[in-house]
């Protein structure tokens, strides 16, 4: 199948797929006139793909995690998981900065709004 069909059945965008190509998650093979051309396993692989990206996996996370779909083992298995434990500590990490950060925001909202108060209270005099 050509690239706008893929784009079509995976429910993604024909740039996607050629991003997918160009961070080596994704390949197809080339028609003489330069034209690229799928199989139908490539709509599960590009569904997968975006599962992966919905997950918060960068492309290069997902190159990472590849091995384990192309060429499943033990060996590959392990060492996907144990990356995904790496990012799902990472997104925590994160998501513990984000708290920080909004609870930060939050005491400086506090402020703001006891200072408005002060300028109301003075204002009324």
């Given at each position: 199948m050509r690239i706008g069909e893929l784009a079509a059945r995976a429910g993604v965008s024909v740039r996607s797929l050629r991003y997918y190509e160009e961070q080596?998650?994704?390949?197809?093979?080339?028609?003489?006139?330069?034209?690229?051309?799928?199989?139908?396993?490539?709509?599960?692989?590009?569904?997968?793909?975006?599962?992966?990206?919905?997950?918060?996996?960068s492309s290069r996370?997902?190159?990472?995690?590849?091995?384990?779909?192309?060429?499943?083992s033990e060996e590959n298995s392990d060492a996907a998981?144990?990356?995904?434990?790496?990012?799902?500590?990472?997104?925590?990490?994160?998501?513990d900065e984000l708290?920080?950060?909004r609870d930060a925001l939050e005491g400086l909202m506090a402020t703001n709004r006891a200072h408005r108060e002060t300028l109301r209270a003075t204002a009324a005099c």
């Open positions: 080596g998650l994704l390949s197809s093979i080339r028609s003489a006139s330069g034209q690229r051309h799928y199989t139908d396993d490539d709509v599960e692989r590009v569904t997968f793909i975006q599962r992966l990206y919905a997950a918060g996996l996370t997902i190159v990472e995690l590849l091995p384990c779909v192309d060429a499943p998981l144990e990356r995904m434990a790496q990012e799902h500590d990472r997104l925590s990490r994160h998501i708290i920080h950060t």
